[in-house]
């Protein structure tokens, strides 16, 4: 018996690890007849360390999650799919995407690449992927390889991280 995925989570952040896992996401999800939840997490401790903090930094951050969220929601119904939806959450991305987001979705598969933005934040105290991989109570799927199965880092040709309109 296969497994029948039903409600899938991709996590965005703007990295072209998430875009390849996001284009993955789009053929599990069309395979599986599943619903994609797409997630963005601001990680909200960046602005701690900001010393006047700015209400209009945060805006143009969310805007921006927005414009990008949007294109991928596009591209998603494009490619054929009806169930797709986003959230931009804030907070810890570790956590939300590993525990938070999945119990509220009911979600029985995340997806998520295998490296992201923040190498610094991964060589001090781990990676957002490593974490969900430890601590998800679904299966999770670590995306290392382009839609041909070719090893990320030797694409020859990187998606575009951010959607167009």
Request: positive net charge; glycine residues 4%.
């Amino acid at each position: 018996m296969l497994q029948q995925y039903k409600h899938i989570l991709v996590a965005i952040d703007g990295s072209y690890e998430s875009e390849l896992a996001f284009q993955k996401a789009v053929a599990v999800a069309k395979r599986n007849q599943a619903e994609l939840f797409l997630i963005h997490t601001v990680d909200t401790r960046a602005f701690n360390n900001v010393s006047s903090f700015d209400s209009a930094m945060v805006q143009q951050v969310a805007d921006t999650a927005k414009e990008t969220m949007d294109g991928y929601l596009d591209q998603a119904h494009k490619a054929g799919l009806d169930k797709v939806s986003y959230s931009i959450e804030y907070g810890a991305p570790k956590t939300i995407i590993a525990r938070d987001i999945p119990k509220q979705k009911n979600i029985d598969l995340i997806m998520i690449g295998a490296t992201g933005l923040n190498a610094v934040e991964r060589l001090l105290i781990g990676s957002v992927t490593e974490y969900v991989t430890r601590n998800a109570k679904c299966d999770v799927l670590v995306v290392r390889t382009d839609l041909n199965n070719q090893p990320a880092l030797s694409s020859t040709k990187k998606p575009n991280p951010k959607p167009a309109k």
